[in-house]
């Protein structure tokens, strides 16, 4: 390895020794984003989007499949329109951002900028449904909206985000959460499946829910510092927007009837979920199947003759490929291997090919894995399969090690003494009894900086006592200090 290699790698922070800096290091160090000069937005850099350009087609495919169509509403939304679901403005309130002011004049009325787009959808419902014919309405958007945070992390927490956010309408409360627990499902396996992430699927407690929602459910995932991340939500509205905002139709049996919604979203942070889940000291690995880049070709030559006969091999490399990978070759000579080597390591690709003379020679390339540094020549003509195989395993590999690193990193607590000691000194998640009480829910949080992240779906027949007062639980949940 070369000097400048060497220092290129030392620019990022051990995890271990700083996490924070670590991931701040790999946004920056990988060229995901940037920060704006507008206080807690930021640029998505290239490399960055590709990410999310491939997560919105996976999981644009995904929501198609159960019959979502994609539509597209205003950035702005009139105060008055925003204040008809009151329990939903004093939710958002403090981090609305608000126009007044259109060219030189003063706004006879104050527009949001959408924080999220219930009021404003909601408002079309009431105008488009008649009849029970006209439902279902299921749509989904993908947009961005803005949130006034006062503290900001790139991907994590910003006060402009990207996201989809999807709203349906239906003619009964039982339609209503049967989409509602669709969509949740919907996002835990594309989270499993598709970014290798793996998350507990549940509902989240009363203080915990959606403004205006009857009930919120949600993903949760653990990340590599032992902190929790909301991955993904779906609301179940049950018919509060349909009352603030008249939507009504005439049913199958005449009468004139409320309709019931539902919202659900995931946003640019699973991003950051993926760097903090699946990345090392060296930077990125990203998942082959959201990977902007999945194969990189560096090509390594000392003479013109060998360079001459590397870039010829490279041609038969392209044509043996075709289009079944998404294939970057990297042909800039201003950069050494072993530069090369770890700037693509930083970045996440998962597989590397590395062509020097000896590949020519044997016809063949070596293959070198970014999840475990694997390394193995591979003859031209079984390139394909092994790719194929290879992309696959690592895969499925980060999947099952991101579950053993949940798995080792999930504490059953019997008491807040207990948790405390957990959170302090080992991290994770904490599995325990609740009662169901806001006041021990309140308390634990006071006492530990530790909330109820998710009720999770699948519940055991007796789950014991409640952590924080003794008392019969009503379930178990999972407790976690998150972001």
């Known amino acids: 390895m070369s000097s400048t290699s060497s220092e290129y790698v030392q620019k990022i922070t051990k995890r271990s020794e700083d996490f ?9 160090g990988a060229q995901l984003a940037d920060y704006s000069p507008v206080r807690g937005m930021m640029v998505y850099r290239p490399y960055g989007y590709a990410i999310w350009e491939n997560i919105q087609k996976l999981l644009d495919a995904r929501f198609k499949a159960t019959g979502v169509v994609n539509a597209y509403f205003p950035l702005l939304i009139p105060e008055s329109l925003l204040r008809k679901e009151a329990e939903h403005v004093e939710g958002f309130n403090p981090q609305v951002a608000w126009v007044t002011h259109g060219g030189n004049e003063e706004l006879e009325e104050r527009l949001a900028v959408r924080p999220t787009s219930e009021a404003i959808i909601m408002q079309m419902y009431s105008k488009w449904v008649q009849s ?22 790139l991907f994590l927490r910003t006060a402009e985000f990207l996201w989809q956010e999807g709203h349906t309408l239906h003619a009964s409360a039982e339609e209503a959460t049967e989409r509602t627990l669709l969509m949740l499902e919907v996002y835990r396996s594309f989270l499993e499946e598709d970014l290798a992430i793996p998350v507990i699927p549940g509902r989240k407690t009363p203080s ?56 659900w979203g995931l946003s640019t942070r699973t991003i950051g979920g993926i760097i903090m889940v699946h990345g090392d000291d060296s930077g990125l690995i990203i998942p082959p199947k959201v990977a902007p880049i999945q194969v990189v070709v560096v090509p390594i030559w000392r003479s013109e003759e060998d360079k001459q006969k590397v870039l ?26 072993g530069w090369k080597f770890n700037e693509w390591e930083l970045k996440g690709v998962p597989v590397r090919l590395e062509v020097g003379p000896r590949d020519v020679a044997n016809s063949a390339v070596v293959l070198v894995r970014r999840d475990n540094r694997d390394k193995s020549q591979v003859p031209l003509n079984d390139l394909v399969v092994r790719l194929q195989q290879t992309l696959a395993d690592i895969q499925q590999s980060l999947f099952d090690r991101a579950k053993q690193f949940r ?18 000194n080992k991290r994770g998640f904490i599995y325990a009894g609740w009662c169901g009480s806001d006041e021990c829910e309140a308390a634990v949080k006071e006492e530990t900086r530790a909330t109820i992240r998710v009720v999770p779906l699948a519940q055991p027949e007796d789950p014991g006592t409640c952590i924080r007062c003794g008392n019969k639980a009503q379930v178990k949940v999972y407790f976690a200090r998150a972001y």
């Open 312 to 337: 010829e091999h490279i041609d038969r490399i392209k044509e043996v490929l075709g289009d079944s990978f998404r294939l970057h070759i990297d042909l800039s000579e201003e950069k050494t291997p």
């Open 20 to 28: 924070a800096a670590w991931y701040n290091d790999v946004v920056l």
């Open 132 to 153: 029970y014919r006209d439902l279902p309405i299921l749509i989904n958007q993908w947009n961005s909206v803005v949130r006034w945070e006062l503290h900001t992390r």
């Open 407 to 424: 798995d080792e990193h999930t504490f059953e607590c019997e008491s807040v003494a207990q948790m405390l000691e957990v959170l302090d």
């Open 208 to 263: 915990e829910r959606f403004p205006g929602a009857a009930e919120t459910y949600t993903v949760e995932a653990l990340m590599g510092d032992g902190r929790a991340l909301q991955s993904a939500t779906s609301h179940d509205f049950a018919d509060h927007f349909a009352k603030a905002f008249d939507i009504t139709f005439l049913d199958k049996d005449g009468e004139r009837k409320y309709g019931y919604t539902t919202s």
